[in-house]
């Protein structure tokens, strides 16, 4: 499956981004899916991740009442709503899939496929 994440830009703190992934493929809808991202200078770090049937969600404490993750498997989207942004939020995000297990999910090395990344900064 190929990746294709969008929706990133310049917000102010306090403010929203909804971010959106794309895939190819007609098997989406068997793909766990998952978004990371990475600060300059920082390791990637795990931010949310969604079951292939929607039913189960996971989030880092870091964005847990801020961030939503959801999917619409006819579209063969994810998406990351990202409310009560705050600078320390700025990073490259990254979505990525996955098959199997729903157990680790917040480890990016079980993931297969890896989108581009889209920029989110957060000015205060």
């Known amino acids: 499956v190929q990746l294709q994440a969008s929706g990133g830009g310049l917000v102010q703190a306090g403010g929203s981004l909804r971010l959106s992934c794309a895939a190819s493929?007609?098997?989406?809808?068997?793909?766990?899916m998952g978004w990371f991202r990475q600060a300059p200078g920082k390791e990637r770090e795990f931010v949310a991740a969604i079951f292939w049937s929607g039913r189960t969600t996971a989030y880092a404490d870091s964005v847990k009442g801020r961030f939503t993750i959801s999917r619409d498997n006819a579209k063969n989207t994810v998406y990351l709503q990202m409310n009560s942004l705050k600078p320390e939020d700025t990073a490259v995000y990254y979505c990525a899939a996955r098959r199997g297990d729903w157990l680790g999910y917040n480890d990016g090395r079980n993931y297969n496929f890896w989108g581009q990344g889209t920029q989110v900064t957060v000015s205060s």
């Open positions: 493929g007609r098997t989406f809808g068997t793909y766990n």
